[in-house]
């Protein structure tokens, strides 16, 4: 069998090309060029809304997952809110029972949580500065797994 024949017998350079449905059957190179072209650039139109889609799907996987994020930090938050306004409620009725008057120990609470909150505002700029950092080495980290697998 000659190189450039096909297993049918046909002449490699008039093998019959795949129609689709709907298309003429190709009669000429230039009707072959047209219908090929035609093919290549409706399968390249699929790829790139293949692309559209999946860039989609995962900036809307990395907004779920920093939803996710975000409900469970504020439920966690409201659980520990929770249980520090019972605990102070115990201690500060403690301190009361222990000093002989339970506005004492309200008062003496007050206090601390006073100087706490004092602390925390003189300090909030250096924390704020650390937490925005460790923010942005976590996102860096994410992105560049994320880079690594292939998304």
Same mark, same amino acid.
């Given at each position: ?7 049918? !017998? ?11 449905? &709907? ?5 000429? /190179?230039? =009707? ?9 650039? =409706?399968?390249?139109?699929? $790829? ?5 889609? %999946? ?6 996987? /990395?907004?779920?997952?920093?939803? =996710? ?16 306004? %019972?605990?102070?409620? &115990?201690?500060? $009725?403690?301190? !009361?029972?222990?000093? !002989?008057?339970? $506005?004492? &120990?309200?008062?003496? %609470? ?38 690594? /697998?292939?998304?």
């Amino acid at each position: 069998m000659p190189e450039n024949t096909t297993e049918s !017998g046909a002449p490699a350079a008039t093998r019959p090309r795949p129609v689709r449905k &709907g298309q003429k059957e190709p009669n000429g /190179r230039i =009707d072959r060029l047209v219908t090929e072209t035609r093919q290549l650039s =409706d399968d390249l139109t699929h $790829w790139v809304n293949l692309r559209l889609k %999946l860039i989609h799907l995962d900036i809307q996987e /990395r907004i779920d997952d920093e939803l =996710d994020f975000v409900y469970t930090g504020v439920m966690v938050l409201g659980m520990m809110t929770i249980a520090l306004l %019972l605990a102070s409620f &115990g201690i500060a $009725w403690a301190l !009361g029972d222990l000093l !002989g008057e339970r $506005w004492y &120990g309200f008062a003496i %609470l007050a206090v601390l949580y006073l100087i706490a909150a004092l602390v925390i505002l003189r300090l909030r700029p250096r924390m704020a500065r650390g937490f925005r950092e460790r923010w942005r080495e976590e996102k860096l980290e994410q992105s560049s797994e994320r880079t690594e /697998r292939g998304q």
